[in-house]
């Protein structure tokens, strides 16, 4: 077990020859986003830029292409084919609900109302093959919302609507059913997608970083709510970086269980699923099932949402530079501490944002640097 260093943490940076263009450096594709989490794919995105990563294409539903459009013009955004949330009316025919209006959120009206989720097609997978392909590195996961959630939904209090269970065949992308004369019909999320994903990257050499609720749906394969399990087979050079209950759903282990023996349980799943794994918290374990490394740097500034998103970016900018996966899992962690510990200065603990860090990971580089 080995604990993070600036000596060390130095001399795996990776080189900046003078002699190079953008492909020098790589091409990061994030997959990441979704109706509510746009924030993550513009923090996971830009970040991967930050330490270096010589291109990055974020693919996502046009609502998020746009909005990151928006924020940055570094970033090449790819829009997904997407579904279309539906309405039955009581004979049974479909509406597409894009063409009704919506009511006052106190309408006594019992139509049922929705909005559009754009949750991604499986077929895009088609879309990304060609950049699946070509990236140095793929990243998928932040804020890409696996799962369908029932606030992206209006509906009226005289309808119930049952969730689809996981543990339908996943590419099935089965609609949703309430039993009543007036119906829900709509995509079950991101979870056919995913997993028509994950089967298109089997075999993919390049490194792919999974985080957020990529993890979940991976947890939710192997230990499904119904009787049947599938078999997980990450690809070769993979990356996850779960937090303590994003572990606990992986290894179907207590929290607390996790936090008693984190370098342990680290290990475990490092080798258990062939992968490098990011225990995230508090001195983030990094373990590749063999090699363990504590992480010295951070302070609880990073206790705030989207700066594992940033942890995400920065690890797969590493890994497009030409970086093992376990090098810039360590790189990536202990510059997002750093780069923590810096702007608390300036900004304290309590008011650095996710987006400061953002402008913080400069200087944590030229700290290594001077070393």
Known sequence: MNTLTLEYIKSILPPRPDNSHKMTFGHVLNI????????????????ALRVGAGYVT???????????????????TLPLLTHVTERHDDAGQATDLLSTKMQPSN??????????????????????????????????????????????????????????????????NKHLSNGH????????????????????????????????????????????????????????????????????????????????KRVHYASIAAKQLNTVVVLKGKHS??????????????????????????????????CAQGVSPINAACLGVYLHGLAGDIAAEDLSQYGMLASDLLNYIPNAILKVLAV
């Open 181 to 260: 004369s007036q119906g829900l019909s709509v995509p079950d999320g991101n979870n056919g997608f995913f997993y028509a994903l994950l089967t298109e990257i089997q075999a993919n050499p390049n490194p792919v970083i999974f985080d957020a609720d990529a993890l979940n749906f991976i947890s939710h394969l192997l230990h499904p709510s119904g009787p049947s399990k599938t078999s997980i087979n990450l690809p070769k050079n993979s990356i996850i970086t779960p937090h303590p209950k994003e572990l606990s759903k992986l290894l179907n282990v207590d929290v607390s269980e996790i936090q008693a």
């Open 58 to 76: 974020l693919a996502s539903s046009p609502s998020v292409c746009d909005s990151v459009s928006a924020l940055t013009p570094n970033v090449v």
């Open 32 to 47: 990441a986003g979704s109706l509510h989490y746009r924030g993550a794919a513009y923090l996971s995105s830009l970040s």
């Open 285 to 318: 374990v990094i373990s590749d099932g063999e090699r363990v490394f504590i992480n010295p740097t951070g302070n609880s500034a990073l206790a705030k949402a989207g700066t594992g998103d940033v942890l995400t970016g920065m690890i797969s900018g590493f």
């Open 107 to 172: 309408t006594q009206s019992s139509d049922l109302q929705a909005i559009d989720v754009q949750a991604i097609d499986k077929r895009a997978v088609l879309q990304l093959r060609d950049k699946l392909n070509q990236a140095s590195v793929i990243s998928m996961g932040s804020g890409l919302s696996i799962g369908h959630s029932t606030d992206q939904l209006i509906i009226s209090p005289n309808i119930s609507t049952n969730i689809s269970s996981l543990a339908n065949p996943p590419l099935s």
